[in-house]
T-cell receptor, first 113, second 112 residues
Framework: DQQVKQNSPSLSVQEGRISILNCDYT??????FLWYKKYPAEGPTFLIS?????DKNEDGRFTVFLNKSAKHLSLHIVPSQPGDSAVYFC????????????FGKGTTLSVSS | DVKVTQSSRYLVKRTGEKVFLECVQD?????MFWYRQDPGLGLRLIYF???????EKGDIPEGYSVSREKKERFSLILESASTNQTSMYLC???????????FGSGTRLTVV
């Protein structure tokens, strides 16, 4: 049973517009969330994270929003650039020793110029 | 910056071969992980280790084993490679005191 769900396999956006990537989770024990970006033939790289005690975290063009009651988080990229075209993975963690990050299946973002 | 190095970027192996994928991290991290990435399936956890000589099964351990003899090195072993193990394999280590990982560049393994 998927604990972290990214229901949109792909998203296409024009350069300069906003990209919104969504992620839902089912486990109420999750207390930390991360987004990773992955280019083909490379390993994922960390993008931004948020703790469950916050509802928003911002880093440059990237903002993550967390809605705990809805068990939903989203990544906003403003403005989108062609270099943002990649697969984005949402990941969640529970504060327990010996646990691993649980990843969603990813959303492929394509930004056209 | 933490560096996680996977020994091979691309590998082609024959069915039935024993395959070793090596991963080394340079930041004395305790926790290390092996995932595989397949289209439409995301990142699936194979095994992880939270200390030397310690290992835990992930979600899809069948057909794999691991070895962690030294803190910096975590090896994934395919006991008898099969075509359904053709995949991108990703090694990661967890940040000290944190939740996030640093990933290696990945090994694209093809089993023929």
């Amino acid at each position: 049973d998927q604990q972290v769900k990214q229901n949109s396999p792909s998203l296409s956006v024009q350069e300069g517009r906003i990209s919104i990537l969504n992620c839902d989770y089912t486990n109420s024990m999750f207390d930390y969330f991360l987004w990773y970006k992955k280019y083909p033939a490379e390993g994922p790289t960390f993008l931004i994270s948020i703790s469950s005690i916050k509802d928003k975290n911002e880093d440059g063009r990237f903002t993550v929003f967390l809605n705990k009651s809805a068990k939903h988080l989203s990544l906003h990229i403003v403005p989108s650039q062609p270099g943002d075209s990649a697969v984005y993975f949402c990941a969640a963690s529970a504060q327990q020793a010996g646990t691993a990050l649980i990843f969603g299946k990813g959303t492929t973002l394509s930004v056209s110029s | 910056d933490v560096k996680v190095t996977q020994s091979s970027r691309y590998l082609v192996k024959r069915t039935g071969e024993k395959v070793f994928l090596e991963c080394v991290q340079d930041m004395d991290h305790e926790n290390m992980f092996w995932y595989r990435q397949d289209p439409g399936l995301g990142l699936r956890l194979i095994y992880f280790s939270y200390d030397v000589k310690m290992k835990e099964k992930g979600d899809i351990p069948e057909g794999y084993s691991v070895s962690r003899e030294k803190k910096e090195r975590f090896s994934l072993i395919l006991e008898s490679a099969s075509t359904n193990q053709t995949s991108m394999y990703l090694c990661a280590s967890r940040w000290t005191g944190g939740y996030g990982y640093t990933f290696g560049s990945g090994t694209r393994l093809t089993v023929v």
